[in-house]
């Protein structure tokens, strides 16, 4: 059962593009929302998460936008470079509790073309 | 700082073999975690310790044994491995509870069975 459907798996966009890459949850227990990156042979590194009191936060060129009613969240990367091609992964949890199992998308391979 | 190292970088292992890996964080975590990672798939979680005691295996092989030596340090044992178990582990850390919610990922060790 996947708890978080990520989109798209992958995407090609031209620098200085926007790029945006959507994920969807089922369990409204999750309350802790971070998005990982991840280049070839390297572990994923957090680029930036949110809670679900607020319905956007940005920094740098990234932003997450949040829409809890519609449990969905995506992640935009303004003037998108080609240092910023790598996979994208979008995580969840419930934090606080016992289990601290991470629920991962599967992942989204952004291209950004030069 | 927000380094998690783990050695070696890369293992080539027989099915016969016996090895380990290490995973070291001075952050002051006290929850540490075991992801077994696939090519283009998300990180999946085999083994959480929270304050050096396992707290959760994801019914993970025995060939796989997970070893919590201090609070900084994670080892990993590795036993008549499968070619399948051939995949990036990764080593990440957290502070168990409140604000430490983020997991901070290792660059992780490709390990190849043959």
């Known amino acids: 059962q996947q708890q978080v459907k990520q989109s798209p798996q992958s995407l090609i966009v031209q620098k200085g593009g926007i790029s945006i890459i959507n994920c969807a949850y089922e369990?409204?227990?999750?309350?802790?929302f971070p998005w990982y990156q991840q280049f070839p042979g390297k572990g994923p590194a957090l680029l930036i998460a949110i809670r679900p009191d607020v319905s956007e936060k940005k920094e740098g060129r990234f932003t997450i936008s949040f829409n809890k009613s519609a449990k969905q969240f995506s992640l935009h990367i303004m003037d998108s470079q080609p240092g910023d091609s790598a996979t994208y992964f979008c995580?969840?949890?419930?934090?606080?509790?016992?289990?601290?199992?991470?629920?991962f998308g599967k992942g989204t391979l952004l291209t950004v073309n030069p | 700082d927000t380094e998690v190292t783990q050695t070696p970088k890369h293992l080539v292992m027989g099915m016969t073999n016996k090895k380990s890996l290490k995973c070291e964080q001075h952050m002051g975590h006290r929850a540490m975690y075991w992801y077994k990672q696939k090519a283009k798939k998300p990180p999946e979680l085999m083994f959480v310790y929270s304050y050096e005691k396992l707290s959760i295996n994801e019914s993970v092989p025995s060939r796989f044994s997970p070893e919590c030596p201090n609070s900084s340090l994670l080892n990993l044992h590795l036993h008549a491995l499968q070619p399948e178990d051939s995949a990036l582990y990764l080593c990440?850390?957290?502070?168990?509870?409140?604000?430490?919610?983020?997991?901070?990922f290792g660059p992780g060790t490709r390990l190849l069975v043959l």
């Open positions: 990440a850390s957290s502070q168990e509870r409140g604000l430490g919610e983020t997991q901070y």
């Open positions: 995580a969840a949890r419930v934090s606080g509790g016992s289990n601290y199992k991470l629920t």
């Open positions: 369990n409204t227990a999750f309350d802790y």
